[in-house]
């Protein structure tokens, strides 16, 4: 079953019926401002921090789903019928609907009893607003009298606040109405300096901004007085809920179409300036003035409209994929980095499963975030890197989050979770080899932003690996510290009492687990710093690199294997965990695609055991679940991962991201028929004619589908903000297609399925463009053998970087060799 399909030449999916399984989502915004944005136009907006400066109130977990957003409500006035032509809030019948959900844009368009309406919504670039455009058109062939009411409902600006402190903020509401722009003001007398302004193009007939008087008594948002009686109140918020809703007067002869703008913004006045007269307590909008003008002219929309897609063409010029696959293209070209631009964005901040209040910026999933979207803007995930590292605290260990609008580390969290230094080293590394920027070693970058502290990047680096370094355990192998990668594995906590955080209470005394993955992902950063140091002439320093990895190999050789594949862990007693010896939980997925992407065990045949133990025991039709048995009681000495019922999360859900590491295991191994066979099964794209068991969006990833021992094996949850994007990303661009940056080349080292004739792909980097053709013999299982660069025969696999603005061709041919394996 499906809810609709993708317009590839038009970069959309065109969702064709209102009531999809889940809202499905689509973000707008790509630098400041953000809205999140459903198929029936609910969620909400803000700028910069979701927590911090919500705009508009979103309802995440009402009944129905998916309330609150930005909606229009059209009246026929002649007989009072009126409906929502983006369905919510009213859900009445629609004679025809359909929603484009497009790169930072969404447009919904229906009719009803001969009214066409379209809405188009999106953020122009590098404004703190986002556009609606609604287009009318009368179908019929009478003339047609028609009221617009729009509504959105403002949030206090600190969403967590605005959830929770009703007995003061239903007081503290306050509004501004002046020549027909509603302004939200609410703490703007005191200590905030910021506002939020909704305006609209057309003259206004009314207006309200005190929710419960729009509503009338006893009224929901399916049925407010306000539009049955046809006229707003013109209300003026004191206190409560203060919406924003005009009401304007549209009479339009047969066939006449309308555009209207209404524009929701944010903006911010310096402190010595907040007041017009000085002295009173009115807005100053001198600022903010010419803004609303400019941007009500449809022109101006019509041209920002345009610039925004343009921006969108040059980001996705960065790689651009044909393949014997069309649901490989169509992700890889279009829809797989846009979700790496929303993460990027965004972290785990705000989606339909993240409220934007719990999590800011997470430093581990940040640092992932870049490696999808590195290629699209360099110069941006160079500044996310130095904001990454100035959160670093001096021992090397790292904030887990911290809060975007202030860039500092969140004490709540704190610090701890002891792979997250590690994700830095391998974000530089892949923005380097994206690069080629050297300097950005030299930065110097502040520990815990605290000023005086500043030390070169290269110096961060260097106590991101000590960190490991410093901790280990019993038996030479990381300390898990709070958690590792998997959030919900809590060797150290041993919690009894409800409520408590599972990644924050600790309360046994020296905590000794140790982590095999942080033991992988610790020869992997070694590995990739050494090549850093290398590059920059400091042979010592790479050399202590190797050496110290090859330390770690030994004793995850020694301590990590199972005899099948490589243990998780060792908790604070010192027994093991993913062992055959234990009764559940006896093998999980991340220590074999970590271990593997660092090359342990591929020459001895523990690499290529251990992918055999996966697809015996943890890959199903839907994805390669977490963990196998998982567990079916609460684990006091396992914390989180123990709490999720069997086959949910971290407990044998099949979590995404972890699956791209297993694709790219396998192509380390040589088979790319596994692991194409792997991406096929989660990629989104594939799945969409199954939409009603995944029931998220099929143009995105999700953090989780449900495992083999869940009641709902197969559905996806946590769409959208998830490390999957950039991972299945790097998969299949950079080790199934194989076109790999490093930072000497472009490594052209494709694995593909063996009934694969080849592929084509064209990859901006560093300034030149390379057009590349890949053939393979057919059923070959095979490697680069040949390669021609621009006409001459070269010697191994890498093209060497060329000079910025040129063009060049590349040709590869693979052909089959004794198998690997
Ligand atoms: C979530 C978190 C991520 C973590 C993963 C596994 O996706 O955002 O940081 O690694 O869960 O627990
Ligand atoms: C990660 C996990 C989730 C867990 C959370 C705790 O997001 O995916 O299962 O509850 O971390 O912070």
Request: aromatic share 10%.
């Given at each position: 079953m499906q809810y609709g399909y993708f317009d590839d030449d038009q970069r959309e999916y065109v969702v064709t019926q209102p009531d999809t399984p889940l809202p499905w989502m689509n973000y707008l915004g790509t630098e400041d401002h953000f809205g999140m944005i459903s198929n029936t136009a609910g969620g909400c907006s803000f700028y910069r921090d979701a927590r911090l400066r919500r705009l508009t109130r979103y309802r995440h977990n009402g009944a129905p789903f998916?309330?609150?957003?930005r909606y229009l409500y059209l009246r026929d006035d002649t007989d009072g019928d009126y409906w929502s032509p983006s369905w919510q809030p009213t859900r009445g019948p629609l004679d025809a609907y359909e929603c484009r959900h497009g790169l930072s844009y969404t447009s919904i368009s229906s009719e009803h009893g001969g009214v066409r309406a379209e809405m188009l919504y999106f953020v122009p670039l590098g404004e703190t607003l986002e556009v609606w455009r609604l287009r009318v058109r009368n179908d019929r062939d009478t003339r047609a009298d028609l009221s617009v009411f729009s509504l959105v409902e403002f949030c206090l600006w600190d969403a967590l606040d605005d959830s929770t402190n009703f007995q003061r903020n239903f007081s503290v509401g306050e509004v501004e109405i002046v020549d027909g722009v509603i302004y939200h003001k609410s703490e703007y007398r005191e200590r905030r300096n910021h506002f939020a302004y909704f305006a609209c193009s057309e003259p206004l007939a009314g207006f309200d901004t005190q929710r419960d008087v729009f509503l009338g008594?006893?009224?929901?948002?399916?049925?407010p007085l306000a539009v049955e009686r046809g006229c707003s109140f013109d209300s003026v918020a004191h206190g409560w809920a203060p919406i924003g809703s005009h009401h304007i007067r549209l009479s339009l002869a047969p066939s006449e179409t309308r555009d209207v703008v209404f524009i929701l913004g944010y903006s911010e006045n310096p402190t010595d300036a907040k007041f017009d007269p000085p002295g009173?307590?009115?807005?100053?909008k001198a600022r903010v003035r010419p803004v609303i003008e400019r941007w009500l002219a449809t022109e101006e929309v019509e041209r920002a409209f345009g610039a925004l897609h343009d921006s969108w063409e040059e980001l996705l010029s960065v790689l651009r994929v044909e393949t014997p696959d069309p649901d490989t293209d169509r992700m890889v070209n279009i829809w797989n980095p846009y979700q790496c631009m929303a993460t990027f964005n965004l972290s785990r901040s705000m989606s339909f499963y993240e409220s934007g209040i719990g999590r800011g910026m997470g430093f581990r999933d940040s640092s992932q975030d870049i490696l999808g979207f590195v290629g699209m803007v360099p110069a941006r995930a160079r500044q996310r890197i130095l904001d990454l590292a100035a959160t670093q605290?001096?021992?090397?260990?790292?904030?887990?989050q911290y809060q975007p609008l202030t860039k500092r580390g969140n004490d709540a969290i704190g610090s701890g979770f002891n792979d997250d230094p590690l994700w830095l080293v391998l974000a530089v590394s892949a923005y380097m080899k994206e690069s080629g920027d050297t300097g950005v070693l030299d930065e110097l970058v502040p520990y815990d932003n605290s000023s005086g502290s500043e030390a070169p990047l290269s110096e961060h680096l260097h106590r991101c690996i000590r960190y490991t370094l410093d901790r280990l355990g019993p038996h030479g192998l990381p300390l898990i510290g709070r958690a590792d990668w998997n959030d919900c594995l809590n060797l150290n906590c041993f919690s009894e009492s409800s409520g408590e955080s599972f990644q924050t209470t600790e309360n046994r005394e020296g905590g000794v687990a140790e982590s095999l993955f942080i033991a992988a992902q610790f020869v992997l950063a070694s590995h990739e710093l050494a090549g850093v140091a290398r590059l920059r002439g400091d042979g010592d320093e790479a050399s202590s690199l190797e050496a110290a990895a090859c330390k770690m190999v030994v004793a995850i050789e020694e301590h990590g294997w199972d005899g099948e594949w490589f243990l998780r862990a060792y908790d604070s007693l010192g027994g093991v965990v993913g062992s055959h010896s234990n009764a559940e939980g006896q093998i999980f997925a991340e220590p074999q695609g970590m271990c593997v992407m660092a090359g342990i065990g591929v020459s001895d045949g523990k690499a290529a055991a251990a992918l055999a133990s996966v697809r015996d025991r943890l890959a199903t039709e839907h994805g390669i679940m977490l963990v196998q048995p998982p567990f079916s009681r609460y684990h006091l000495e396992l914390?989180?991962?123990?709490?999720?019922?069997?086959?949910y999360k971290e407990n044998g859900g099949v979590f995404c991201q972890v699956n791209p590491w297993i694709m790219i295991a396998e192509t380390i191994l040589g088979d790319g028929e596994a692991a194409f066979d792997y991406y096929k099964r989660t990629n989104p794209s594939a799945r969409a004619p199954i939409s009603d068991v995944h029931r998220c969006e099929p143009y995105v990833y999700a953090q989780m589908i449900a495992g083999r021992d869940a009641a709902s094996f197969g559905e996806a949850k946590n769409s959208w903000l998830t490390g999957s994007a950039s991972w299945h990303l790097t998969a299949i661009?950079?080790?199934?297609?194989?076109v790999r940056p490093e930072l000497d080349g472009l490594r052209i080292d494709p694995v593909l399925p063996p009934t694969w004739p080849g592929f084509t792909a064209r990859r901006r980097w560093r300034g030149a463009t390379y057009e590349i053709v890949v053939h393979q013999e057919q059923g070959a299982k095979g490697r680069v053998r040949r390669l021609v660069v621009d006409g001459m025969s070269v010697e191994g696999n890498l093209v060497r970087p060329a000079p910025a603005g040129s063009t060049v061709k590349v040709e590869a041919t693979l052909e089959s060799a004794p198998p690997s394996r």
């Open positions: 998916d309330l609150g957003g008594p006893n009224r929901g948002w399916d049925s009173t307590q009115t807005i100053n605290l001096p021992s090397g260990g790292a904030y887990h914390g989180e991962i123990s709490t999720y019922p069997p086959g661009s950079q080790w199934i297609l194989g």
